[in-house]
């Protein structure tokens, strides 16, 4: 049984290993962003509640993410494990999370995407996504063969929060909510660094090097 949760600033590449453990394992890859622009697509309750601070680089409210997530992870698809990507993002999530596993929780592990803002940027604003299946692409860093998708063909798109102005205010909300989890998990003793400023398949190699060690 395998739990991790990636951890680390938007554009760090949680996505690009996750689909990557997802292949190699069959590791269940849950993505509350992912889930969320889902929601925003098909104009649910949730979306409609969540579109505005999606948009604004915002961090949308703990009680809607944590129902989300209750939900996601006590799915069938979630009984040999899961990779959480982009929760939680708060101190409050985080306490959620515990309550929901008890004692389960202290076999998470919780990886560490360390990068550095400059890189950021240039990863979030070069991103392109997938609009069928999700997979997600960078204009110079992992280019499509041609100009659509390299697994299935469909268009592919630049998410309307990775323009350099959003982009800031997502990297702010990153700092004042999310970093505190760093120190969080450390004290737990659950807490994995990598250098997320490496190759893919580098970083890749990081992480597998902690689910065998
Ligand atoms: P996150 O899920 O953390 O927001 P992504 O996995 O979507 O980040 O990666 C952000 C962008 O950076 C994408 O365009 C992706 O192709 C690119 N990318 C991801 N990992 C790396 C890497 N190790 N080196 C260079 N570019 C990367
Ligand atoms: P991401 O795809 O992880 O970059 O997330 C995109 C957006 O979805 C974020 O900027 C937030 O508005 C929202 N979001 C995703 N995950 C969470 C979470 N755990 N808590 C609050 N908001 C979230």
Redesign the pocket.
Known sequence: MIRLVFLGP??AG??TQAAKLKEKYGIVHI???????ENVKNMTELGKK?KE??????????D??IEM?KRRINADDCKNGYIL??????IA?AEALERMLGEDSKSLKVIYFDVSDDLILERLTGRRVCKDCGAVYHVAYNPPKNDRCDECGGELYQ?S?DTEE?VKN?LS?YKEQTAPLVEYYSKKGLLYKIDASKQPDDVFNQIEAILTG
């Open positions: 938007p554009g949680k996505g993505s509350t962003g992912d889930i969320l622009r969540a601070y999606m948009d604004a680089g915002k961090l949308v409210s703990d809607l993410i997530i990507d982009g929760f939680p993002r708060t999530q998410r929060d959003v997502r909300v």
